[in-house]
């Protein structure tokens, strides 16, 4: 951005993943960061308790089509809005979490923006990637494909990391991490306090800022720096 200032993507589901398990890091990345956030969904308010909460240096996005289907045609156009909402904001960082922006949102987000550090935040596998666990298939090799462009993996458990690792065997080992408990709390309802931006798993590189002090030389933010 022309001010300097870093933006993260954070690409989900419906706004309920937001505001139950993404809150409390993307308002640390806004106050301690300095960063700007867009939250782009897959377009499903019908949840009825959830709705996008305001925070000074977050935009909201709903993109339309339905998260909880499964991939098809009316997916284009949420992929298209996805596809401009990147060309137009240009984040430096695109964070997938749910099963749809995670199949879909690595492909568009590498069209879109080629040098962005793209991130999976995978916590379990579910009902809708279960197909993951066979051996073998058409969906298991289409979804190798889809993910190629992820950058880093954070998975919820070794085993996870595991199934990951063989389906993306050329991915470096540092490059698939697991963190117990992605965005939640031990009991897993609320918040955590931010483990991913803790944890230094979001960021490629260090943030290089110049100092407005005379004399004062570039510094570095550690928080913002490769693990």
């Not at 339905?66 to 960082?93: K, Q, Y």
């Amino acid at each position: 951005m022309a001010d300097g200032r870093r933006t993260v993507m954070f690409l989900g589901g419906s706004p309920m993943p937001f505001c139950r398990f993404r809150r409390a890091l993307i308002e640390r990345l806004v106050a301690d960061h300095d960063c700007r956030v867009l939250c782009a969904y897959w377009g499903d308010d019908r949840d009825g308790f959830f709705a996008p909460f305001p925070a000074t240096g977050v935009s909201w996005h709903d993109l339309g089509g339905d998260h909880a289907s499964p991939p098809g045609a009316g997916d284009l156009a949420p992929m298209a809005r996805l596809f401009r909402l990147i060309r137009r904001h240009r984040p430096e960082v695109i964070c997938c979490f749910n099963a749809k922006p995670i199949v879909l949102g690595p492909a568009v987000a590498r069209l879109a923006r080629r040098h962005a550090r793209i991130v999976a935040l995978m916590e379990g596998l579910g009902s809708a990637l279960a197909f993951l666990r066979a051996e073998s298939g058409a969906r298991r090799r289409l979804f190798c494909t889809l993910t190629g462009p992820v950058d880093r993996w954070v998975l919820l458990d070794e085993r996870d990391a595991g199934l990951i690792a063989r389906l993306h065997p050329a991915r470096a080992a540092q490059d698939i991490a697991t963190l117990p408990g992605i965005g939640i709390d031990p009991d897993h309802f609320r918040p955590a306090a931010d483990p991913l931006a803790a944890r230094r798993l979001i960021f490629a590189a260090a943030s290089r800022y110049r100092s407005s002090s005379p004399g004062e030389t570039d510094r570095t933010s550690p928080m913002l720096s490769k693990p």
